[in-house]
């Protein structure tokens, strides 16, 4: 079923390849993957249906065809598996997410790392399983991943643990966590700038100039 249910989705985004926009693609990823050339949302809209038919296929059928796609070659393909993910995140457990921390670990760039912190996130719903480890992890994805995996939960964001993980990362001078340290913050003050605010106020020479300026941008401290 599996083998199937991938040469559809070949067949498909091969037949709307569009050459022309396969490198501009490819050079925006800084020539590190190679494209067909299918704008997001024409890709979503080509396999919207191919995708609903998966309903109720269940964790392991859902990993292996994600598993499948990762490794073609083509950017679209991962993506396909992020869109495909996503949809049925709710047939995913904490049993997957060692499977899909794995994944985000295989063709790394903010692209797919950031759809599988999302992802993680909707499983997750509230809780952190796998996080703390994740924030220890040498990989700098996985941190990544543990930093934003709560992005969008508001009042179901455990603050301290934000909080903590901001802290924790706060040294590092790798550009993608001091981005998601900023962006992490900022998405949580829209919910409680006053806690934020007295956080930056608090840990301002601790954080990085992008990380402060990235959680500050609304809140327009000095």
């Known amino acids: 079923m599996t083998t199937r249910a991938l040469?559809?989705?070949r067949k498909i985004l091969t037949a709307n390849a569009q050459a022309a926009r396969a490198a501009p693609m490819?050079?925006?990823?800084?020539?590190q993957f190679i494209f067909l050339g299918i704008p997001t949302p024409l890709r979503r809209t080509l396999l919207h249906q191919r995708f609903k038919e998966l309903k109720g296929s269940g964790a392991a059928h859902?990993?292996?065809?994600?598993?499948?796609?990762?490794?073609?070659?083509?950017?679209?393909y991962q993506y396909a598996?992020?869109?495909?993910?996503?949809?049925?995140?709710?047939?995913?457990?904490?049993?997957?997410?060692?499977?899909?921390?794995?994944?985000?670990?295989?063709?790394?760039?903010?692209?797919?790392?950031?759809?599988f912190a999302a992802i993680i996130g909707d499983i997750l719903d509230g809780g952190?399983?796998?996080?703390?480890?994740?924030?220890?992890?040498?990989?700098?994805?996985?941190?990544?991943?543990?930093?934003?995996?709560?992005?969008?939960?508001?009042d179901r964001t455990d603050r301290a643990r934000l909080f903590r993980y901001a802290r924790t990362l706060a040294p590092e001078r790798e550009f993608f966590?001091?981005?998601?340290?900023?962006?992490?913050?900022?998405?949580?003050?829209?919910?409680?700038?006053d806690a934020v605010r007295a956080f930056l106020l608090t840990e301002q020479r601790l954080l990085s100039p992008l990380s402060y300026r990235e959680a500050n941008k609304h809140l327009k401290l000095g």
Do not use: C, F
């Open 128 to 154: 952190h399983a796998g996080m703390d480890d994740a924030l220890s992890s040498p990989n700098m994805w996985l941190r990544r991943i543990a930093l934003l995996h709560q992005l969008g939960w508001r």
């Open 7 to 9: 040469d559809e989705i």
């Open 81 to 115: 598996a992020l869109d495909m993910l996503a949809m049925w995140h709710k047939e995913l457990g904490v049993e997957q997410i060692p499977e899909l921390l794995l994944l985000a670990q295989d063709k790394s760039w903010w692209d797919t790392v950031d759809g």
């Open 26 to 31: 490819r050079a925006y990823m800084r020539d």
């Open 177 to 193: 966590i001091q981005k998601a340290i900023g962006w992490a913050l900022r998405d949580y003050a829209r919910h409680d700038p």
């Open 62 to 76: 859902l990993m292996g065809l994600a598993k499948q796609l990762w490794a073609l070659p083509e950017r679209e």
